[in-house]
């Protein structure tokens, strides 16, 4: 069986980084409120870290608990420019926070870059979004059986892609749906796109038969009738749609959840760091997150600060040893 399981309160530790330049800090109704905030995004537009960053700060802005939000895209390095950008920048960054998530892990294990989550301030885990495969509406692949088939019979003419690295999060759901469907993991011919949405096309335009995604970064085009999302990884089917089967219910044993969550520059000052948490606190107790969440079917969780540290400490010895048995370290 494989399977890459975390806790609701384990993967609490890790969901949403993204980027804050928060200006000033102030009080009112009892909620600590934010002037301003910039996300670091470091992926491009319509990935699963830039709707964490835009969802959140849409969330913390019509709430009230922040001012204003702006968004800044840092493509490269397969999210390594941006850590280093807010690492080498440290003190001019003090007032920026990234989002990032599970390939953090998995980027630093395969040396796609040097740094890893020790070299950061770990702010807040914030949410959970499972993985799905995805393919067009018009696709002679109705579900996962037709897809494992097919991939079985021909791993060469069934290309998967997605919006991370080669050996990224999106190449290992994929390696490890396969492996659980009795399938060779390694044969899985994997097309690595800059972000989610860049991936979305390359599935709409042919490039790829099939799409190894985030779950909310699938749901708004399943809903439009451009895409089929074939098999979820969760346990049970998600309730923002529920149309889509899990792969459990298809005879594939496996489930998985991407965390997200924030990080910001080292040394960041403790108050500043007491002002974002308590501004990611308060934005659970709202109906402007509520909607945001739901909206994209993420889990709603929460960790900060050394919670969330020893939970990426485990979640990094578990993909460790599942990428060595896949080949991939």
Known sequence: MSKILFTRRAFAAAAAASAIMISSFSYAGGHQKVDSIHFLIPGGAG?????TARGTGEALTKSGLVGSATYENMSGGGGGKAIGYLIENAKSNHGTLMVNSTPIVIRSLTKVFPQNFRDLTLVAGTIGDYAALVVPS????????????????????????????????DHLVAAMVMQAAGANPTDVKYVAYDAGGKAMAGLLSGEIKALSTGFSEAVAMAKAGEVNIIGVTSNDRVSAYPNAKTMKEQGIN????????????????????AAYQGAIA??????????????NGWENIHNSGDQFRVFLEQQEKEIEGLMKKLGFL
């Not at 990935?47 to 709707?51: F, M, N, S, T, V």
């Not at 308060?282 to 909206?295: I, L, N, P």
């Open 47 to 51: 990935g699963g870290w830039d709707g």
């Open 138 to 169: 018009n696709s002679k692949i109705k579900n996962m059986s037709d897809l494992v088939t097919a991939y079985k019979a021909d791993p060469n003419g069934v290309a998967v892609g997605g919006g991370s690295v080669p050996g990224g999060m």
């Open 254 to 273: 496996t489930s998985f959840v991407n965390w997200r969550g924030f990080f910001a520059a080292p040394g960041l000052p403790k108050d500043k760091l």
């Open 282 to 295: 308060a934005m659970y107790k709202t109906s402007e997150w509520e909607a945001v969440r739901s909206r």
